[in-house]
């Protein structure tokens, strides 16, 4: 439905943060976007509505959202091999989930446009030389000389570029199906539950003895993966936006879903100002100083209809302030009575420097936020709805323990992030098991089987 109130470019007229304002040649800067609007979409209405559909589902209780990948893409580490990792990552965790849960999984990858991220500080120092931050590669370079940080609008083409050659990969990996997952191989051997895995191989191995695929699909061209980003650069968030014929609104073709980080959320900003007069599903993230009214003020903006999978509500509080912050906001989502979902970030808020000065997280901490979250949606009566996390399907030591530890000694060796420590392939499933252990419908599974 159109906005009369909105238009693609109305978030100019509101303050913005975390955006670059120094990129050099200001007209380059606006030939580029104009570029932008006039390049083919990254996605499609329908998908995108499909997906909204499917979030519904979420926020009735009778789905799971896992959302996952990289912190930052990069420019450098574009790879086939790197790109099917993570998809057959996120596919097996989901596996995992929906044998668990007895639940269908959407599955949404931080992927094909994940580029910029926001820092703290806009200037960095090193030996007695300042420079600007490096902001993601859709910004400016990691190396530390002042061409490769000076923000050049070049970039934003790259980017688009790489996005649609990762969806056309992702499009061509969704039709090969599960295949792949049911090699043994593939699983971590150790940390797991085993009676879950073994389960799990078992009706792969029945499924394609019958010529039945696991993943119900409608059609050939069923899509069954979706694309999200942050949407932090709103000037490639308002190029990417396209008008439909039939007057149904707006779409930010850039990806299916899009999310306002911690830092953008603020109810007079612009970041909130676009987000209102698109049709996208949307996230918000909600830290430690988000505040019940702010959260319902925030829903009365981004969707005063109610609209069902409309909203996921992304907490990310660290393992320490989960417990005392969290409840009572899904106590006031769930007095408002709008749909929402509720899905945990448990990775920026437990961030730390390693004694050799490695930023890392503790796959412990890591854990007991999703626990926490898991206890106060029980004890709220909300329903526990999705994963938000960073990682990747390579061996990387970013992130501390697991069921191969990485040590602190660990980190130098493969330690290959743009930006923020990753969980790695076992990390990652290790958890989706660990969160399966949980889930009601297969404790009662091995309560039986005792």
């Known amino acids: 439905m159109t906005n009369p109130t909105w238009t693609p470019d109305s978030w100019r007229h509101k303050p913005v943060k975390y955006m670059p304002e120094d990129y050099p040649d200001a007209q380059a800067l606006v030939q580029t976007e104009a570029e932008l609007s006039r390049l083919p979409p ?27 990948g990289d912190c930052a893409e990069s420019f450098k580490e574009f790879t086939t091999d790197n790109i099917r990792d993570t998809y057959r990552l996120l596919l097996q965790m989901a596996m995992v989930l929906t044998f668990a849960g007895n639940r269908p999984v959407v599955k949404v990858g ?36 002042a061409q490769a940080r000076t923000p050049d609008p070049r970039r934003l083409l790259k980017a688009y570029h790489q996005s649609s050659a990762t969806l056309n990969l992702l499009r061509a990996f969704a039709q090969r199906g599960y295949e792949e997952l049911a090699e043994p191989q593939r699983w971590p051997q150790g940390g797991i539950n085993r009676l879950l895995a073994d389960r799990i191989l078992e009706s792969l191995s029945f499924m394609r003895a019958l010529g039945v695929s696991p993943e119900p699909r409608s059609g050939s061209n069923a899509i069954d993966f979706f694309t999200s980003h942050e949407a932090l650069l709103l000037n490639v968030e308002e190029a ?48 430690p100083t988000m505040e019940p009214d702010e959260v319902l003020r925030l829903m ?18 660290g393992a320490d302030l989960v417990a005392e912050r969290l409840p009572r906001l899904m106590a006031a989502t769930r007095r408002d009575g709008r749909p929402v979902i509720w899905s945990i970030d448990p990775m920026h808020g437990n961030t730390h420097k390693a004694g050799n000065g ?34 990747t399907g390579q061996n990387v030591t970013e992130c501390l323990g697991g069921p191969q530890p990485v040590t602190e000694d660990d980190l130098s060796s493969r330690y290959h992030t743009h930006c923020d420590p990753r969980l790695n392939a076992d990390q990652a499933l290790q958890l989706a098991f660990l969160v399966a252990e949980s889930m009601p419908s297969l404790r009662t599974h091995e309560a039986r089987a005792a």
Not at 245 to 270: C, F, K, V
Not at 382 to 390: A, F, I, K, Q
């Open 358 to 391: 490695y930023k890392t997280r503790s796959f412990d901490r890591i854990l007991t936020e999703v626990c926490g979250f898991m206890d106060a949606a029980a004890a709220e009566g909300v329903h526990p709805g999705g994963l938000h996390l960073e990682m």
């Open 110 to 145: 931080r992927i094909a446009g994940q580029f910029a991220k926001p820092r703290s500080s806009p200037m960095e120092t090193l030996g007695g030389v300042t420079l600007p931050s490096y902001r993601g590669d859709i910004i400016n370079g990691m190396e530390f000389d």
């Open 42 to 68: 990254l996605v499609f209405a329908d998908e995108t509505r499909q997906l909204t559909a499917r979030l519904a589902r979420v926020a009735e209780g009778k789905a799971i959202l896992l959302q996952g």
């Open 240 to 287: 990417m936006t396209r008008a439909e014929p039939d007057g149904s609104g707006w779409y930010d073709s850039s990806a299916h879903m899009l999310w306002i980080g911690e830092r953008t959320r603020q109810l007079d900003g612009g970041h909130v100002e676009f987000m209102r007069g698109i049709q996208n599903p949307i996230g918000i993230k909600c830290g």
């Open 300 to 317: 009365d903006l981004l969707n005063p209809q109610g609209i069902p999978g409309r909203i996921t509500l992304i907490g990310r509080f």
